[in-house]
């Protein structure tokens, strides 16, 4: 199975950038949709943005389009979250995941960290 590993969280102040990146460990994502997801003690997972397997096709929660950019770069097998103009709403644990079929989420990472701070 493909096992995604998250990393590039942070603390970072309200306004600033963070750049996630989720690597492939054991199989590499080619062939995969992939998506990150954000969770907070008391919240239910929420989906934040995804990219199919090609790159040409990203969709993304309204919370963050305009902010937040998806994309791949098959040569690394890297799938990385650009974040721009954080807010505090932002702060959470962000999981990479991968789907085999566009539909359900079934590999999931062990999440990043991130903070915003005013």
């Known amino acids: 199975q493909v096992q995604p590993v998250e990393s590039g969280g942070g603390l970072v102040q309200a306004g600033g950038s963070l750049r996630l990146s989720c690597a492939a460990s054991g199989r590499t994502f080619s062939g995969y949709d992939m998506g990150w997801f954000r969770q907070t003690p008391g919240k239910e997972r929420e989906f934040v943005a995804g990219?199919?397997?090609?790159?040409?096709?990203?969709y993304y929660a309204d919370s963050v389009e305009g902010r937040f950019t998806i994309s791949r770069d098959k040569a690394k097998n890297t799938v990385y979250l650009q974040m721009n103009s954080l807010e505090l709403e932002d702060t959470a644990l962000y999981y990479c995941a991968a789907s085999q079929d566009g539909v359900t989420y079934k590999y999931w990472g062990q999440g990043t960290q991130v903070t915003v701070s005013s």
């Open positions: 990219i199919t397997w090609s790159g040409f096709n990203t």
